[in-house]
């Protein structure tokens, strides 16, 4: 878990959105890989093990994913796609989409990745955060970049957009508008990315 990324999590209990104040026990080049996040509001503790953090709700098993035998594009078409040019912010990959990590790092002039139920084998730091997580995504609204799911739990789905800066989301109206190239100015407005 990358120590900036820490900013952007909020409890995903029903209460309202609240920091999580991060307790690090072991931490190598800004990425936390043992510690503890703690919720002011409701006292729950969610504990990062090898760099990932772990808000799943032990009563739910599994999450209802895409198949993970599709092909993904290359990681420079994922990087554009995304629109992955520069470092700034950070960026979400839900699913099956976290097996291109590595290699997106590794290539273009990418922001740090969060990996949301990352593949088996995939491992944190450099770059790379990890949580685990109910449909309900622990993070601030609009707090990433740029969000890729495979998602096809609707709830899930609907909460990729709700953090997606890209997207902008109309309570009133119940729709989901295209909020244009924002994601970089709402990383600065929250002073991730610096
Ligand atoms: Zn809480």
Do not use: K, Q
């Not at 730091?125 to 449909?135: D, E, P, Q, T, V």
């Amino acid at each position: 878990m990358f120590v900036e990324i820490v900013d952007a999590l909020r409890c995903p209990r029903a209460h309202e959105e609240s920091w999580l104040v991060l307790a690090a026990r072991r931490t190598e080049d800004r990425h936390v890989l043992e510690g503890t996040l703690g919720c002011p509001v409701c006292r729950a503790e969610y504990a990062i093990h090898e760099g990932i953090a772990d808000f799943s709700d032990p009563l739910v098993s599994g999450h209802a994913t895409a198949s993970p035998v599709r092909t993904l594009p290359p990681a420079d078409h994922l990087a554009a796609m995304l629109n992955l040019g520069d470092a700034l912010g950070f960026a979400v990959l839900i699913g099956a989409w976290g097996t291109s990590a590595e290699a997106l790092i590794e290539s273009v002039d990418a922001p740090p990745l969060l990996l949301v139920d990352p593949p088996a084998g995939v491992a944190m730091g450099h770059g790379l955060s990890g949580i685990r997580a109910s449909a309900t995504l622990p993070l601030a609204t609009g707090a990433a970049r740029a969000v890729a799911t495979d998602a096809v739990d609707p709830a899930r789905v609907a909460d990729a957009a709700r953090v997606d800066a890209r997207w902008r989301t109309d309570g009133r109206a119940g729709g989901i508008a295209r909020a244009g190239r924002s994601a970089r100015a709402g990383a600065r407005r929250r002073g991730v990315g610096r």
